[in-house]
C-alpha cells in the first residue's frame, strides 16, 4: 500500500524556479524540432540544469541534509575499479527525506537528467552504487525506528534498509535467535544485500537472504512509500528482491529467525580430485540431516596449506598432518559447520563423525576447531583487520560470481582450473553447490535451471602499480578468458552480482525473463533515476515520449 503523503506536503513543497520551467520547455521543443522525439536534456544546459535543479531540492523540508563538498567516499567502493563523483550526497535521517527527494526529481520529468544510487556500506565492485554528477543517498545515515525483535511462532526483527547484518546478529542474539541465511562477510548494509541476494553456506538448506524476508519498505522510483511482502503489492516484493536497486530503494526490511546456536564446529578437509571433491559436496546438501553450512575453495600451487590452518584449526592427527605436502599441486578444500549448544556437544560430534564417515576427504588433511558462533560468522572480518594492517584492503577487487550448473561443473572446472588459473591465484575462490528447491523462483535473481547449480566466486585482489600477474590489467584479463570460455562453449552460465557493459548483454543475463523486468521499471521506475550504475536502463522506458 502506498502511504499517504507527509503532512503539509503540498504546502510546503518548494517547485521549480520559473528559470528551470522555461530552460525545460525550450529544451523539449527544440529537440523536439531537431531529433522527432527525445527526452534528454542538451548537454550545454545539463551542467546548469543540475546545479539548479540541486538548489531547488536544498529547499525541501527535510531533517537530513545535502552535502555538496567532499564526497570522495561516494565516488568509490569495495571494488575499486571505477571513481565517479557525485553533484551531492543526501544524508537523509528519515524515509520522508528519500521519498520528497525522489518524488521531487521524478516530478521535474525527463529534464531533470539527475540520476539516483543508494550507496549502503559501499561494497559493490563495479560503480553500481555511484552516479557521475547525480544523488548518492547515503542509506546509513538513516535513522527510523529502532530495530524490533519479535518472538513468537514464526520470529522476525524489522530493520532499517541501511542496517548492518553484524548489528543485526548482535541485537537479535539478545533474544536467542538470528536469521537464517548470512553472507560470508556480515559488514553490509542489510537493503545492499536484499537487491543482490545474500549468499553463503546456509543456502543449500535456507536459500539466499532474499528467501528469508517476509516484508519490506520500499521507495519506487516514483518517490512513493510502499510497504510490500509475498501477500501485499507482490509484484514489488518479489521485484525488488534481487531487483538490483532499479525498482525501489529498501528503507525498512522483516526478517525471518530462528533460534541462535552458541557454538560451532568447524571443520576442514582436502581433496585431490575434483570429481570426489563435488561428489562428497552434492551428497551433503542432499541430506535432511547434514552440516548447518557448507562451502568449499580452491587451492592452486600453494606451500604451506595446512600450517596456515593451524592459527584457527587442530589437526586431527599431528603427525599425518606434519607429512602432508601440497607444493605445486591444486587441491579443493571442504569447509562444513555443525551449529549446537554446550549441552549438545556428545550428540554434535556423533552426528559429525558419521557424516565424516561417508566422506573420501585426504585422511591427514582433517583439521577440527570449536568457536562461538558470532566468531564464525563473523570470521571474515578477522581477515579484513589483517588486511587492512598490510594496506591490501582499499585495493582493486575486480571480482567475479558465476553461477554454474551442476551439468557443466567438471567442463568449466577442467579448463579454468586446469588451464586458465594453472599457476595461481590472486585470492580466495570459492566453490560450493546450492539446491534450486531452495530458492524463490518469483524474485528477480537469475540463476541457472538446473536442481543443483554451483556459486563459482573470483575473489581476486590486485596491488597497485604492479605490472606482473597480481595487476589489475591482468585479472581483468583472466577473468575475460573465463568469460569467453564459457561464452564460447554455450553453457547456461549466470553471473551473481552481474556487471555487463550494454542493454543486449543484460537481455541475454535475463533471458525469458526479460521483459517482465522491463514491465517493472516501467511501473516502478519510469524515468530510471534509480541505480544507474548497472547500466541496465540508460533512459527513461515509458511508453510514449
Known amino acids: 500500500m502506498v502511504s499517504s503523503k507527509p503532512s503539509g506536503f503540498y504546502e510546503q513543497r518548494s517547485f521549480p524556479s520559473i528559470k528551470i520551467l522555461i530552460l525545460i520547455l525550450l529544451n523539449s521543443i527544440l529537440h523536439k524540432a531537431n531529433s522527432g522525439c527525445s527526452n534528454s536534456v542538451s548537454n550545454s544546459l545539463v ?21 555538496l563538498r567532499d564526497n570522495e567516499d561516494a565516488a568509490k567502493d569495495f571494488g575499486n575499479i571505477h571513481h565517479f563523483p557525485p553533484l551531492a550526497v543526501l544524508y537523509p ?30 561494497h559493490s565492485l563495479q560503480g553500481q552504487a555511484q552516479v557521475h554528477g547525480g544523488l548518492v543517498i547515503n542509506m546509513e545515515s538513516l535513522q527510523g525506528p529502532e530495530m524490533k525483535v519479535h518472538n513468537g511462532e514464526l520470529p522476525y526483527v524489522d530493520v532499517s ?46 536459500g539466499p537472504q532474499i528467501n528469508n524476508i517476509f516484508q ?56 585431490s580430485e575434483f570429481s570426489t571433491f563435488t561428489r562428497d559436496q552434492e551428497y551433503l546438501v542432499s541430506l535432511n540431516n547434514t552440516f548447518d553450512y557448507i562451502e568449499g575453495f580452491v587451492i592452486i600451487n600453494r606451500t604451506g596449506i595446512l600450517n596456515n590452518w593451524r592459527s584457527s584449526f587442530d589437526p586431527k592427527n599431528q603427525l599425518q598432518a606434519s607429512q602432508f605436502s ?43 576447531s570449536e568457536v562461538s558462533y558470532v566468531e564464525f560468522l563473523d570470521r571474515v572480518h578477522v581477515s579484513e583487520k589483517k588486511l587492512r594492517a598490510q594496506g591490501l584492503w582499499e585495493v582493486p577487487h575486480p571480482w567475479l560470481n558465476l553461477l554454474i550448473p551442476r551439468s557443466e561443473i567438471h567442463n568449466f572446472a577442467e579448463e579454468v582450473f586446469g588451464n586458465i588459473l594453472k599457476d595461481t591465484n590472486n585470492g580466495p575462490i570459492l566453490i560450493y553447490p546450492v539446491n534450486q528447491t531452495r530458492w524463490n523462483s518469483k524474485t528477480s535473481l537469475i540463476t541457472p535451471e538446473e536442481d543443483i547449480f554451483y556459486l563459482v566466486a573470483f575473489l581476486s585482489l590486485a596491488l597497485p602499480n604492479s605490472t606482473g600477474a ?14 569467453d570460455f564459457y561464452t564460447g562453449a554455450k553453457m547456461r552460465v549466470k553471473q551473481y552480482l552481474p556487471h555487463y557493459s550494454t542493454q543486449e548483454e543484460w537481455q541475454v543475463h535475463f533471458g525469458s525473463r526479460w521483459e517482465t523486468f522491463v514491465e517493472r521499471k516501467r511501473a516502478y521506475d519510469p524515468l530510471a533515476l534509480l541505480a544507474p550504475g548497472h547500466k541496465i536502463f540508460q533512459k527513461a522506458v515509458s511508453s510514449s515520449c
Not at 524515509?95 to 526529481?105: A, M, Q, R
Request: some cysteine.
Open 93 to 122: 535521517k528519515t524515509v520522508s527525506d528519500i521519498s520528497l527527494t525522489i518524488k521531487h526529481v521524478f516530478e521535474m520529468g525527463f529534464a531533470a537528467q539527475l540520476k539516483i544510487a543508494a550507496r549502503g556500506h559501499g
Open 470 to 483: 597480481d595487476s589489475l590489467e591482468h585479472i581483468l584479463a583472466q577473468n575475460k578468458r573465463v568469460i
Open 47 to 67: 551542467p546548469f540544469l543540475s546545479h539548479e535543479i540541486l538548489s531547488s531540492l536544498q529547499t525541501l523540508p527535510l531533517d537530513g541534509h545535502f552535502s
Open 216 to 271: 519490506l519498505e520500499v521507495i519506487t522510483g516514483k518517490g512513493e512509500v510502499v510497504t510490500c511482502s509475498g501477500n501485499r503489492n507482490a509484484d514489488l516484493f518479489y521485484g525488488v528482491l534481487g531487483g538490483l536497486g532499479q525498482f525501489g530503494i529498501i528503507t525498512r526490511a522483516r526478517i525471518s529467525l530462528e533460534p541462535a546456536p552458541k557454538m560451532v564446529k568447524w571443520i576442514r578437509v582436502l581433496y
Open 161 to 206: 534498509g541501511g542496517e548492518l547484518w553484524i548489528n543485526i546478529l548482535h541485537e537479535t542474539l539478545k533474544l536467542g535467535l538470528a536469521p537464517k541465511s548470512w553472507t560470508d562477510y556480515l559488514h553490509l548494509t542489510v537493503g545492499g544485500t536484499l537487491s543482490n541476494a545474500g549468499i553463503s553456506g546456509q543456502a543449500f538448506k535456507h
Open 326 to 368: 601440497s607444493d605445486g599441486k591444486t587441491f579443493y578444500c571442504l569447509e562444513m559447520a555443525k551449529y549446537f549448544n554446550p549441552g549438545e556437544a556428545e550428540a554434535m560430534n556423533q552426528s559429525v563423525a558419521y557424516l565424516l564417515s561417508k566422506l573420501s576427504y585426504i585422511p591427514s588433511t582433517l583439521f577440527l
